[in-house]
């Protein structure tokens, strides 16, 4: 079975195609055919003006005419659309949503901040760590931060925040903004076992990439601080060149990690762990587990 997922955030637009593969002894195998990504920036208009520009429009439609045919190429069965914090914010993305729908065949829905953490979630890396750790998921887009936090195997809560790297370039996160995630963060952790982070991405995926850190081994909040106070110091067009970083990551990957190291001191966790998972991931499990449910009705 193929299936696959439109993860359209503030920043970029990303198409991710599995193939599942299941067993009656094991658990389903989800392998990674190949993931696209389209940076789309939409976050740059809608927290600005409100809307989705014409210019934006047309990438868009564009971009979905290019999955759409990526999906036929594949044989792909069944798939999944969702857009985040830049389409809840436009004016104009119900027309966007019609339009797309009538094009190219894909139905985009539009999900809540909560929903998107839920659905990362369920990626469940958690469940197979050490449970006498308490684990906080940190999920930093360009317009909204995902935060989902579980302890003894439970959900303890799950939260999104108006706080996210495109938001921050645009001088649109104020002191409240912060001091409400500083208050909620420190309330809700408290009295818990000791904290571990997992982070998801592009923004934290790429840092780990840049450390040669092995996969399975977290980055410690130190390294962050030091990768943060270094990256502060260079321009964008010096990141470019420094870490061979795209333009459209160079920009946001210092206010990213001032929000990964912000939760992570306030949730009192030293170190984070980067499975390299993010929404479209998330958005594949859930496809699979409505499929499954609907299969056996």
């Known amino acids: 079975m193929r ?24 658990p389903p195998q989800f392998n990674k055919l190949n993931l696209v990504r389209v940076p789309l920036r939409l976050g740059f208009d809608v927290f600005e003006s409100g809307e989705i520009s014409k210019p ?9 005419k290019a999955y759409h045919h990526l999906l036929n190429a594949y044989g792909v069965d069944h798939w999944i659309a969702c857009a985040t914090s830049a389409m809840r914010d436009a004016r104009n993305s119900t027309d966007i949503i019609r339009k797309v729908k009538l094009e190219t065949g894909i139905q985009i829905d539009v999900i809540s901040g909560d929903l ?68 909620f963060i420190k309330s809700q952790t408290k009295g818990y076992k000791k904290t571990i982070a997992i982070g998801t991405g592009g923004n934290i995926n790429k840092v780990f990439s840049l ?6 081994k977290p980055l410690s909040l ?26 459209d990551r160079a920009d946001v990957i210092v206010p990213a990690l001032l929000i990964y190291l912000n939760v992570m001191r306030w949730a009192e966790a030293d170190e984070i762990y980067v499975p390299k998972i993010g929404l479209a991931d998330g958005l594949v499990q859930h496809l699979y587990a409505d499929l499954q449910t609907t299969l056996t009705l």
């Not at 696959?4 to 067993?23: M, P, Q, Y």
């Not at 450390?211 to 399975?216: I, L, N, P, T, V």
């Open 116 to 183: 998107e953490a839920s659905i990362i979630y369920e990626n469940h890396v958690a469940e197979y760590m050490d449970n006498r750790n308490a684990y906080l998921y940190i999920d930093v887009g360009g317009g909204s931060t995902e935060l989902t936090f579980f302890a003894d195997g439970k959900l303890v809560f799950k939260q999104s925040f108006d706080i996210g790297t495109i938001r921050l370039l645009k001088d649109m996160v104020t002191e409240a903004h912060w001091d409400h995630l500083k208050e």
């Open 3 to 26: 299936l696959a997922a439109i993860d359209i955030g503030s920043n970029a637009a990303r198409l991710l195609v599995v193939e599942v593969v299941e067993s009656p002894s094991a």
């Open 56 to 64: 934006k429009r047309g990438m868009i439609m564009q971009t979905m």
């Open 222 to 247: 130190d390294l962050l601080k030091d990768y943060y106070k270094e990256m502060s110091s260079f321009s964008v067009t010096e990141r470019m060149n420094v870490y061979k970083l795209r333009a």
């Open 211 to 216: 450390s040669k850190r092995k996969d399975g």
